[in-house]
């Protein structure tokens, strides 16, 4: 009798996730499985690989993959430098104004990634407000900045975009750091800056890994905000969408679709094993 209630208790679980499971099998699994599969499909339905043999010895297409990987990186580290300050703020300075920072941290999220896209080229445009401001009301310049279809620009939207993310790992392990280690260190002769960058920061690297690996994920393939507001980036996102929609290559786009997928597991696999050494 003892050993039919935990099977039972199995079973009720089973049960409960089984809905969820069949749902990602069917819609996320199997799309994702059937796209990687075409990827190595050759003409005559066969098993190929020359696809990816082509792709990854092409000079241009490892270029597309290093300045996927070079942008992702930059909007992490930028992301990651703008997040620390503010996640401190609102775990140690924020006090009963913690709720209304975290409300305004995710209140942008709330809303769709095309309309603060669009809410950039509003802002930034040539007759747009910031050049309004500049030109005509305070009259800082004579002639129009360009703003639009430039790197930085780019850069900044995907910054606003994911600085949340990186906020919320951070502030979540910052918050458990023991304050008596820092008055520790204090009492013992270090400085207010010596304690946190020989204490406070070691003690809060996972949170900070942890945002860095989402941000970089999510950046790599963010496309929607470099379509709207260009940059010049030629990303594998972008070419993703180009063989889709433009030339009709869905086996190339498969292939770059795949790689896509390996780097973001990659990314995955690192994020679980921070978060393991975090439990741990």
Known sequence: MSDSVPMNAKLRQAMLLAPALIFLAVFFVMPLFDNSMRSFMSEDGGFTLSRYTSFLTDRFYLGVIVETVVLAAAVTVISVVIAYPVAYVLVRKAGRLSGVFIFLLIAPLLTSIIMRTFGWQVLFARRGLVNQWLVTDLGILDVPLRWLNTPGLAIAALVHVLVPFA??????????????????????????????????????????????????????????????????????????????????????????????????????????????????
Do not use: H
């Open 167 to 280: 906020v919320l790992s951070i502030a979540s392990v910052l918050q458990g750091v023991d304050r008596r280690l820092e008055e520790g260190a204090l009492m013992l002769g270090a400085s207010k800056l010596r304690t946190f960058f020989e204490v406070t920061l070691p003690l809060t690297m996972d949170g900070i890994g942890t945002g860095a690996i989402l941000v970089f994920m999510i950046a790599n393939g963010s496309f929607v905000t470099l379509v709207l507001l260009g940059g010049g980036f030629q990303t594998l996102p972008l070419l993703i969408y180009q063989q889709f929609n433009t030339t009709r290559d869905f086996a190339l786009a498969s292939t770059m679709s795949t790689i896509l997928l390996a780097i973001a597991l990659v990314c995955l696999w690192l994020q679980l094993r921070l978060v393991r050494r975090q439990g741990a």
